[in-house]
Nanobody, 127 residues
Framework: QVQLVESGGDSVEAGESLRLSCEAS????????MGWFRQSPGKEREAVAA????????HYVDSMKGRATLSQDNAGKTVYLQINNLKPEDTAMYFC????????????????????WGQGTQVTVSS
């Protein structure tokens, strides 16, 4: 099993920045990709970004390109999501996910690809 623990969520004003962290533990050799998803009340869970930990190749949804940056520690077990210029529509519970995806997978944004999930960290952005 792999355990994921998120942190860094907060209540901020529009235009501010946050850095979310996700620490993986357990059988981390089973995973090669760590992703971030978010869900707000009444909406479906949606992908935000993901990183393939072996080559540090990151992917972002269009709404996050230019505002978000993924990075990882040297061991590839902690992933950081920096989001700048936060907007009220970014308000959601942010979940970290991990899985063993195809190395050049084009389905990094699909929740079903991820076997392990964290409990989430709340991000609230006020206007």
């Amino acid at each position: 099993q792999v355990q994921l623990v998120e942190s860094g969520g907060d209540s901020v004003e529009a235009g501010e920045s946050l850095r979310l962290s996700c620490e993986a533990s357990g059988y981390t050799d089973k995973i090669n990709c760590m992703g971030w998803f978010r869900q707000s009340p009444g909406k479906e869970r949606e992908a935000v970004a993901a990183i393939f930990t072996d080559g540090a190749i990151a992917h972002y949804v269009d709404s996050m390109k230019g505002r978000a940056t993924l990075s990882q520690d040297n061991a590839g077990k902690t992933v950081y999501l920096q989001i700048n210029n936060l907007k009220p529509e970014d308000t959601a519970m942010y979940f970290c996910a991990a899985g063993d995806l195809l190395p050049h997978g084009s389905s990094w944004y699909e929740a079903y690809e991820y076997s392990y999930w964290g409990q989430g960290t709340q991000v609230t952005v006020s206007s």
